[in-house]
């Protein structure tokens, strides 16, 4: 692998150095503030080095250090490579020590096969809304059976609220959730506490407010290919090298400097690169290699089941470890809620289509997509299960939503069960959206904090997207800029005390127990499952390993009877026992005599031993 220039700031033998990638100048200052945000009179001058470089150095300045950069007498502007910004994103970067006094030496990552992924949106995960405040959820995270959270965006973006995936200071922990020092702390205590962290992180666009790379370069981004957010980054025209190690080099940073054990890619099919080796590929395997033994995942947000992603490099892929794979988000959604717009238009909900994106991983392998006009995937079949990611919840399709209403909104307890036991038994890489494991009931809606002129534009654009929804019932959409959108996004933990919430928390710990525990749950090849339709209205899989068999028989809607045939059969759990918020009653158990009968919606995992 090639070395990259190190950049931005950092501290050396005493004193700070600084490297600037500013192709369309001919002269770079870093000017300096001090801690009352007044420039320091007298810049310092950057001697040029070739190729658009520039490196300065300042005797006597360390860790905290403020300043900007001064191009051609225009700006000063933030370092676009700073590992730190205090003061938002408008305001100078700073110098960051990453000397830490880690305790993970013994942390080895966690494995693909192993990963239960609890996705996390840091401002709004506590009342605090930071780093170091979510500390104190990891120890009843890992309880639960999480393995991993995964964290939205943190990259430093505008204002004190949003998702993150505005952001423009790749490289800078988000000062409003505590910078680098408490990211740092949170990953030292994830690990501590049995929890692997993986960051979600934006390469395919850089949002409006805040963003400084074209003063420094107007080759940081291309005509030649565009994004659904206009021009693309470049990462395979002319200066593409700098442009590319920005990406790459953050990927490696993460790992390295921060401890994190994996990535999330957002949008890789806007991470246009015509070259070879991908850029996606080289990602990961630089992210591995940061990982200095230590396991490291690099995980795809794609929409258009492309197994080439997750296929070896070797084979002709990408190398990526796992890729999200939404047509069983959209199947279950569309069976249990009943939703029809946009791309829900491309799935029927029915238990034959259920079954055979269980069966396969994501259904879609080349059929004509009536929303996207044209076909869609590829055959999933050389695919291992664990490459694909699963979920009935996410950042995006509750957020992406008019209201940001959750799951709950929409399905009854007893269906919201029944999803969750689908998407906990199989042998795929489960997703929860935080607050799941409790069916919670707070939104989660979309917020930004623009200068007003940009906050208006998107507040008009948000409530145009979703004028002619029919699902949606007319009534207002919230205004990302309002403070109260955000505040109304944060968890309520005390729902998990009332009982329609505590049962669902208890159905959770059982299944990921069951998940984490069992030897028939242990396998993860194809040759380890099977499902099958057993009706329109019904679901079978079954894991198979060791001793004995766990077979899983959903009722999707109506009642289902099957008689097992005199095999040996005992209930591991019901989705409608009291104790998981059902209104089933030992009058009416659900295995008698080797007959199973149940009402739908509904879950019943049974353990069936070999004859």
């Not at 999933?380 to 940001?404: K, M, S, T, Y």
């Not at 799951?407 to 929860?432: H, I």
């Not at 109506?558 to 019901?574: H, I, N, P, T, W």
Request: proline letters at 6%; hydrophobic letters at 40%.
């Amino acid at each position: 692998m090639s070395a990259f220039r190190r950049m931005g700031a950092w501290i050396e033998g005493g004193a700070v150095r600084f490297r600037v990638w500013a192709p369309d100048h001919e002269r770079v200052e870093i000017v300096t503030y001090g801690e009352d945000g007044q420039a320091i009179t007298g810049a310092i001058e950057a001697r040029p080095e070739g190729g658009g470089y520039f490196e300065a150095t300042a005797p006597g300045l360390g860790a905290g250090a403020l300043y900007k950069v001064r191009l051609d007498g225009e700006g000063p502007f933030p370092d676009p490579y700073s590992r730190a910004q205090p003061r938002g994103v408008h305001g100078p970067s700073a110098v960051d020590d990453p000397s830490f006094a880690w305790t993970d030496a013994g942390w080895g990552g966690v494995a693909l096969e192993d990963l239960v992924i609890y996705e996390v949106h840091v401002g709004t995960a506590t009342p605090e809304g930071t780093f170091d405040a979510l500390i104190g959820r990891l120890g009843e995270l890992r309880a639960l059976g999480v393995t991993a959270i995964e964290l939205m965006p943190v990259a430093s973006f505008p204002g004190a609220r949003g998702w993150g995936y505005d952001g423009v200071d790749l490289f800078a922990p988000a000062a409003s959730y505590g910078g680098p020092a408490g990211l740092r702390r949170l990953v030292d205590a994830a690990h501590g506490a049995g929890l692997g962290v993986i960051l979600d992180c934006v390469y395919n666009h850089l949002g409006p407010d805040g963003n400084y790379l074209r003063a420094y370069a107007r080759r940081y981004f291309t005509e030649r290919h565009t994004t659904p957010w206009g021009e693309a980054v470049n990462y395979d025209g002319e200066g593409a090298e700098q442009v590319r190690a920005l990406a790459i080099t953050n990927a490696e940073m993460w790992i390295r400097d921060y401890h994190i054990d994996g990535l999330r890619l957002d949008a890789t099919h806007a991470i246009l690169d015509d070259t070879e080796p991908h850029i996606l590929r080289e990602i990961a395997e630089r992210a591995r290699a940061a990982g200095a033994g230590r396991r490291v995942v690099v995980i795809a947000e794609d929409s258009q089941n492309d197994a080439r992603l997750v296929t070896p490099v070797e084979q002709g892929g990408h190398g990526l470890d796992a890729v999200w794979a939404d047509d069983f988000h959209h199947e279950l959604r569309v069976c249990f809620a009943g939703d029809r717009d946009g791309y829900f238009e491309d799935h029927r909900g029915t238990a034959e289509d259920i079954a055979a994106t269980i069966r396969k991983g994501w259904l879609y392998e080349g059929q004509v997509s009536r929303h996207a006009g044209k076909p869609r995937g590829t055959p999933a079949e050389p695919v291992p299960p664990p490459r694909f990611v699963h979920c009935i919840q996410n950042h995006d399709q509750i957020g992406n939503r008019a209201l940001g209403d959750r799951l709950g909104e929409r399905v009854s307890p007893a269906a919201f069960r029944a999803m969750s036991a689908l998407l906990l038994v199989t042998p795929y890489t489960p997703l929860l959206f935080m607050g799941q494991e409790w069916n919670a009931r707070t939104p989660f809606q979309y917020f930004t904090d623009h200068h007003p002129e940009l906050g208006r534009l998107v507040t008009e654009g948000r409530r145009r997207e979703f004028r002619y929804f029919t699902s949606f019932g007319g009534a207002e959409v919230p205004d990302p800029q309002d403070p109260a959108t955000f505040q109304r996004s944060k968890l309520s933990f005390g729902e998990r005390e009332r009982p329609e919430h505590a049962g669902v928390l208890a159905w959770y710990r059982a299944l990921l127990a069951l998940r984490a525990a069992h030897p028939a749950m242990k396998g993860r090849a194809r040759r380890d499952f099977s499902v099958e339709a057993l009706s329109p209205d019904a679901i079978r899989i079954e894991r198979r390993g060791g001793e004995a068999a766990v077979v899983v028989l959903v009722a999707l809607r109506g009642a289902l009877s099957l008689d097992l045939g005199g095999a040996d059969a005992r209930v591991l759990a019901f989705s409608e026992e009291p104790r998981f918020g059902g209104a089933a009653s030992s009058a009416g158990a659900p295995l008698e005599r080797g007959r199973v009968d149940i009402e739908g919606p509904a879950a019943l995992i049974l353990e069936v031993r070999r004859a």
